[in-house]
């Protein structure tokens, strides 16, 4: 038996990447109330054309977009969808210590995008797939 770890195809851990920022951003919005995340869907598509689907791949315009929707408030939506991200991918990275009561999701020299950004690229060094070999006897 011969047990490996190869990474993944950059294709392939992109489209999971993709696929769980969609979720988390879904999962996010729907925190708000289904009409409330209906309508920023529709917003995105009718206001702005960006489909649900094209986000992961125009988070710039994402980002920009929920700006100008939430305004003030925009901050606070963006720190949720880091939080949600965080807990769906295993990417291990440092962040910096704060005392109480400040929180490590207050940084402010790493915007959403940049969080995002980041985020991808981990994932895409982190992920691996276990390749197991298994030799018969002749």
């Not at 094209?54 to 939506?77: H, M, T, W, Y």
């Not at 940084?107 to 991808?120: A, G, K, L, P, Q």
Request: contains cysteine.
């Amino acid at each position: 038996i011969t047990i490996g770890v190869l990474p993944i195809e950059k294709n392939s851990y992109e489209e999971d990447f993709d696929d769980i920022l969609l979720e988390t951003i879904d999962e996010t919005l729907s925190s708000l109330g289904e009409p409330v995340k209906n309508a920023v869907y529709f917003h995105l598509q009718t206001n702005f054309n960006l489909s649900k689907n094209e986000i992961p791949k125009k988070i710039n315009d994402f980002s920009d977009i929920v700006q100008k929707i939430f305004g003030s408030g925009a901050c606070r939506l963006e720190i949720k969808f880091m939080q949600t991200l965080h807990s769906k991918i295993n990417v291990n990275v440092k962040w910096p210590e704060y005392k109480a009561p400040l929180s490590k999701w207050i940084i402010t020299d790493m915007t959403f995008v940049e969080y995002v950004n980041s985020m991808r690229q981990n994932y895409g060094e982190n992920t691996k797939i276990t390749l197991i070999i298994n030799q018969k006897n002749r």
